[in-house]
């Protein structure tokens, strides 16, 4: 803030006031406000429309600047101010009677001087950073299939299931269940089939137009034998981790899953004879189709 008080000095300085083209007047300024509540000393609205050529020479006129003069018959103060209410100059002039014809030049040259000296008052202050947006948070409640390959020995399998997950834009937590379903490999004079239920925890990231996504399953394997002289069918508990890349779309989801097992179980006719491997690697392609969300 910058305070004085000038009589000579001050008159002396308003004859080098800068003055207007007299047939220009400048538009008013859209923002910055000038009021001019002095009673008796100078002409009101002269000093509105040199203030206001001031501030259109220093790029101010679109700024949040609020000038204000008070006073009386010879005493003139002269405020400028952000409209936050921070002050940058408060000035107290003192006129002679004689002097108030050139109160609306003092003002002027008076607001010239401290844009001038202060520039950086006569840009419109930056703008607020606009708020942090609350994280997104929702449920969804997806469908989900898959068709893989799968070896050794080589065969095909197809998946259905659901998952319910928990998250943000990028982190989602889990859980998942699926029931999957072999087309029926070969194993000697017959052939074995595989269905497995599992449920397992889910997680989720997105980067960019890519979902990344694993997940850890667990549950029970039935295999059946088919077309041999007596058919019978052995649960087995199961386990394997899944890995998925893909593209999310609006509707859902489409990529790639990979599935694999520690585990190293045979299927092995009742006579012991014939004995395969029971696949524990899966590729295939997966899809996600969206049913529900709540935010």
């Known amino acids: 803030m910058h305070r004085g008080l000038a009589l000579v000095v001050a008159v002396a300085a308003c004859r080098a006031a800068p003055s207007p083209p007299p047939t220009t007047r400048p538009p008013d300024p859209a923002r910055a406000r000038v009021e001019i509540a002095a009673a008796g ?6 000093a509105i429309g040199r203030i206001r050529f001031v501030l259109q020479g220093h790029n101010a006129a679109y700024s949040d600047l609020v000038i204000r003069v008070d006073g009386g018959a010879t005493e003139l103060r002269l405020r400028i101010a952000h409209a936050s209410g921070e002050v940058g100059l408060d000035r107290a002039f003192t006129l002679a009677a004689g002097d108030c014809a050139s109160a609306p030049q003092l003002l002027a040259l008076s607001v010239d001087r401290f844009l001038t000296a202060f520039p950086e008052w006569a840009g419109p202050p930056p703008p607020p950073p606009p708020p942090a947006p609350p994280p997104t948070r929702w449920l969804d409640v997806t469908l989900r299939g898959a068709v893989s390959s799968i070896w050794v020995p080589l065969g095909v399998d197809a998946h259905a299931g659901g998952l319910v997950d928990l998250g943000g834009d990028t982190h989602r937590f889990g859980i998942a269940a699926l029931v999957r379903a072999s087309v029926p490999q070969a194993a000697g004079s017959g052939r074995f089939q595989q269905t497995a239920f599992l449920a397992g925890a889910t997680y989720r990231y997105r980067a960019g137009a890519w979902r990344f996504g694993g997940e850890l399953r667990a549950g029970a394997l039935v295999v059946s034998g088919i077309g041999y002289a007596l058919n019978a069918s052995d649960w087995l508990p199961w386990w394997e981790g899944a890995v998925f890349a893909g593209r999310p779309f609006r509707w859902g989801a489409i990529g ?3 599935a694999a097992s520690g585990l190293r179980d045979k299927a092995v006719t009742r006579d012991g004879l014939v004995e395969e491997d029971i696949p524990a690697l899966r590729v295939g392609l997966a899809g ?4 529900a969300s709540t935010r």
């Open 256 to 258: 790639v899953e990979v």
């Open 288 to 291: 996600e189709l969206g049913v």
């Open 41 to 46: 000393c100078g002409d009101a609205q002269e």
